[in-house]
C-alpha cells in the first residue's frame, strides 16, 4: 500500500482536517481511529444560534416548496408538456434534494448540542451533494442545446427532441451525475483518519472532488457547451429584424442563462476557495452562497421570469380562478 506524507494527504483532502498524522506515523503508533467529527463553527442555540436557524428554516422550505410547486405545475398543466419544462421540472426536483444533503445537518447542528456527524455521514453526505450537483450542471447543459435547437434550427426541433429523447437525457444526467464520483469516495473511504477531528465548516466536503482531473474535465466542458450553445443562440436572437421576435427568443432562454450564471458562479468561487486562504467569514460566506443561496434563487427566476410557470402554478394554487 502507497504510504501518504501529510503533506500529499491534506493536497487532496482539504475538508479532511482532522488528519492530524501521516500514514507512517501512524503505523507506529496506538491510535484510535476516528468515527465521529465535530463541526467547530456552529453556535449554540441559545447563545445565538437560533438567529441562523430562523432564516435557513425559512431558506430551506421555501426552495423546498417553490420547487416542488414547479415541479407538480408542470406535470399537470398540459401546455407544459414539452422538452423545456420537462427538464425545468427535473432541474426543480433534483434542487429540492440537493439541499436536503446538507441543510437539515445543518439546521439540526445549530440547535443540537453535539454538533457531529459519523464518518460514513461524511461520506454520505459529501457523495450525494457533489453527485446532485453534477447532475444538476450536466441538465443546466442539456437545456442550453435544447434552447439552441429550437432557436437556431427550429425546423428540426420537433424531430431532434422527441419525448423519447428527453426521457434517455434525463435519465443520463442522473446515472452520469452519481456514477463519475465513486471510485473517489471508494478510495477515500479506505483512507485511515486519526488526529484532531474537528471540522472547520459548516458541512462536510472534499478537494478531492475538485482536484480530480476527470471531476474538472467535466465540469469545464458542460460550461463550454453550455457558453457555446448562448454565444450561438445570442447571435441568431440578434439577427432577428423584428423587436417583438427578438424579446420572445430572449424570453424563452433568459432564465436558463440566468440560472446557468448563478450556479456556475458559485462554483466558480468554490474553486477560488480551494485555491487559495481566506478568512472564516470568507470561507463561510462562500460555502452558504454555493450551497444555500444559489439554490433559493432558482425557483425564484424561473417562475417570475417565465409566464407560463406562474400561471401555472397559479392555477394549481387557486384552480376556480383560470
Known amino acids: 500500500m502507497k504510504k501518504l506524507k501529510l503533506r500529499e494527504v491534506n493536497q487532496y483532502l482539504f475538508f479532511f482536517p482532522f488528519v492530524g498524522e501521516s500514514t507512517h506515523n ?17 453556535p449554540r442555540f441559545q447563545e445565538g444560534g437560533y438567529l441562523f436557524f430562523i432564516p435557513l428554516l425559512f431558506i430551506y422550505l421555501f426552495i423546498v416548496i417553490g420547487n416542488l410547486m414547479i415541479f407538480i405545475a408542470v406535470r399537470l398543466d398540459a401546455r407544459l408538456h414539452n422538452p423545456m419544462y420537462n427538464f425545468i421540472s427535473i432541474f426543480s426536483f433534483t434542487e429540492i434534494w440537493y439541499t436536503t444533503a446538507t441543510i437539515p445537518k445543518m439546521l439540526l447542528n445549530l440547535v443540537s448540542d453535539q454538533k457531529t456527524i459519523s464518518f460514513t455521514g ?13 447532475t444538476e450542471g450536466i441538465l443546466l447543459m442539456t437545456m442550453a442545446i435544447d434552447r439552441y435547437i429550437a432557436i437556431c434550427i427550429p425546423l428540426r426541433y420537433p424531430t431532434i427532441m422527441t419525448p423519447r429523447l428527453c426521457v434517455q437525457l434525463n435519465i443520463a444526467s442522473c446515472v452520469f451525475g452519481f456514477l463519475i464520483l465513486l471510485p473517489e469516495i471508494a478510495w477515500i473511504s479506505t483512507l485511515p483518519f486519526c488526529g484532531s477531528n474537528q471540522i472547520h465548516q459548516i458541512f462536510y466536503t472534499s478537494m478531492l472532488l ?27 436572437i440578434l439577427k432577428i429584424p423584428s423587436t417583438e421576435g427578438r424579446q420572445k427568443a430572449f424570453s424563452t432562454c433568459g432564465s436558463h442563462l440566468a440560472v446557468f450564471l448563478l450556479f ?22 462562500i460555502a452558504v452562497m454555493f450551497a444555500v443561496l444559489a439554490p433559493f434563487f432558482n425557483p425564484i427566476i424561473y417562475s417570475l421570469r417565465n409566464k407560463e410557470v406562474k400561471e401555472a402554478i397559479k392555477k394549481l394554487l387557486c384552480p376556480k380562478e383560470i
Request: charged share 10%.
Open 122 to 134: 461524511c461520506l454520505l453526505q459529501m457523495y450525494f451533494f457533489h453527485s446532485l450537483g453534477n
Open 26 to 42: 501512524m503505523e507506529n503508533k496506538n491510535q484510535t481511529m476516528v468515527t465521529e467529527f465535530f463541526f467547530s463553527l456552529f
Open 264 to 285: 456556475f458562479g458559485s462554483v466558480g468561487l468554490m474553486y477560488l476557495r480551494f485555491s487559495a486562504t481566506y478568512p472564516p467569514f470568507w470561507d463561510t460566506t
Open 210 to 236: 475538485v482536484q480530480d482531473i476527470i471531476h474538472a474535465i467535466a465540469i469545464l466542458f458542460t460550461v463550454l457547451i453550455i457558453a457555446l450553445s448562448y454565444i450561438r443562440i445570442i447571435i441568431v
